[in-house]
């Protein structure tokens, strides 16, 4: 199957509405937990399928532990702790059960690595801990525009 519109699973560090749009550049501080990938939304009904995924997970808190530079982005690596580690599983297995395709499989499973890219305005220090609360489908190309980036739903974790 081939599909044309792209999707991102993220957690950002600060709570961002839906229907927010920002351009690539300027990305809120967030962790990928699921990078680039296609797959149909609506015959998939992948919405409310990550709803029910997180509905059982409690929200966490991962630490930075040191800084790296991942291909040409300086980022902070983040502790990989088994609850991220599941909560990255729980996603791919769901997205890859409804034929999702990645850009970059090379990174998912037990090649993931948590971290938060180092943005323009703000970034994780090193013992800086970021509360995961909820995965966040984020459109990357919202109208056709491969600069836009758009805030589509949020599936909250139970709180901790």
């Not at 190309?141 to 589509?152: E, H, M, N, S, T």
Request: charged share 25%; aromatic share 10%; net charge negative.
């Amino acid at each position: 199957m081939a599909y044309s519109q792209k999707y991102s699973l993220v957690s950002f560090a600060r709570p961002v509405a839906i229907g927010t749009e920002f351009n690539m550049a300027d990305w809120p501080l967030h962790i990928t937990l699921a990078d680039v990938f296609a797959i149909d939304r609506v015959d998939t009904d992948i919405d409310r399928k990550l709803a029910e995924l997180v509905i059982d997970l409690p929200s966490f808190s991962v630490a930075a532990e040191k800084e790296a530079t991942l291909g040409t982005a300086d980022a902070v690596l983040l502790h990989k702790t088994p609850r991220i580690l599941e909560l990255h599983d729980r996603i791919i297995n769901l997205l890859t059960a409804n034929w999702a395709i990645f850009n970059t499989p090379e990174f998912i499973r037990e090649d993931f690595m948590p971290h938060c890219t180092i943005q323009k305005t703000e970034r994780l220090y090193i013992g800086d801990e970021l509360h995961i609360e909820a995965i966040v489908l984020v459109d990357m190309f919202p109208a056709g525009d491969w600069q836009q980036r758009k805030v589509l739903q949020s599936f909250k974790l139970q709180k901790d």
